[in-house]
């Protein structure tokens, strides 16, 4: 069983950064696969990024080469770095575990998910 807790979320300008963590409790976090939703009012759950346990990322198309997803399995974390956000980027953005250490774009593959982050870019 795993416990996520996102941080780092806040309000930014256009064109700025943020870096979101994702730490997780439980003693196998080197074997799961973490990804990262967001979903802004109105709209559905939306797939953003994930890395698997061999630490290969896959980066949603919304945001190809602008955000990178890592992690650092010493201290239980996963990151996702945002940069040139947009208003568009405007969303609660979720952390999630697969117990497979699968990273999918598929939100039904996570088992686990943290309470969210907001996160609100103003132009």
């Known amino acids: 069983q795993a416990q996520l807790v996102e941080s780092g979320g806040g309000l930014v300008l256009t064109g700025g950064s943020l870096r979101l963590s994702c730490l997780a409790s439980?003693?196998?976090?080197?074997?799961?696969?973490m990804g990262w939703f967001r979903q802004a009012p109105g709209k559905e759950r939306e797939f953003v990024a994930a890395?698997?346990?061999?630490?290969?990322?896959f980066i949603g198309d919304s945001v190809l080469g602008r955000f990178t997803i890592s992690r650092d399995n010493a201290k239980n974390t996963v990151y996702l770095q945002m940069n040139t956000l947009k208003p568009d980027d405007t969303a609660v953005y979720y952390c999630?575990?697969?117990?497979?250490?699968?990273?999918?774009?598929?939100?039904?593959?996570?088992?686990?998910w943290g309470q969210g982050t907001q996160v609100t870019v103003s132009s």
């Open positions: 999630a575990a697969n117990m497979e250490g699968r990273g999918s774009m598929i939100y039904s593959d996570y088992e686990y």
């Open positions: 439980g003693p196998n976090f080197r074997d799961y696969g």
């Open positions: 890395i698997n346990w061999l630490h290969n990322g």
